[in-house]
């Protein structure tokens, strides 16, 4: 079952046993559900980055670089922003993530040569490695879209995984009641109830979530090895 901001703010105050207090306004409960709600996607995406997944095409400059502005104006999914690279590709070419210092310098300078792709984070930019010597080059960049925004309007279905939402009201509820001070007893409960069904949804995720597979060519430098997949 899939929950509006304001089914989330009736059932936070029916946890709360205020279901017409005035003690707590909607607006107030809004931004609790709204930490609440920012810190479970950010755990829900550590334990599998690969909760989330979306693509979206860019090209590069002739240097090999990509400003990370540049990412949230390329086709695709241009309504979000970029929240973690996962992966990517140049047709069936896969690149991996590297550090700047581990690459062979033959690699860092010509797009011609055996080598391996490969790209690392070049601060504002990605760097795609080799350099494309003048050449531009669309890419495919798989990634972690951020938390969506969704808090904004009572009407909206708030995203997280179906059939845990009881861990936002319940949160939620703790926090406001240890607010008062006088309630930490019934926020501990709360709490308790909160992480058993976490550790539930846990283990939800991470089955129906399974990190993808892409395929690419193999790599052609023996010294980096294996197949072009991940």
Known sequence: MSYTVSQLIANTREMMDAANSSRWTDAFITTVLGIVHSREYSSILGANPYYRFAQRSVTTAADGTIPYTSLN???GDTAQTLYRILGIMDGFTVYRQTEFRSVPLATQTNYDSPYQRLWYDAGANLQI????????LTITVNYTPPRPDQ???SSVVVDFPDGHEVILWLEAAAMLLEKGGAESDAADRMRTMANLERQQMYQDITRRA????FFGYPDL????GGMGMW
């Open 73 to 75: 104006s390329g086709s």
């Open 129 to 136: 490695l080799p350099v494309t010597n003048g050449l531009t």
């Open 151 to 153: 808090l904004s309007s």
């Open 210 to 213: 399974a990190r993808p597979t």
């Open 221 to 224: 430098a023996a010294e980096w």
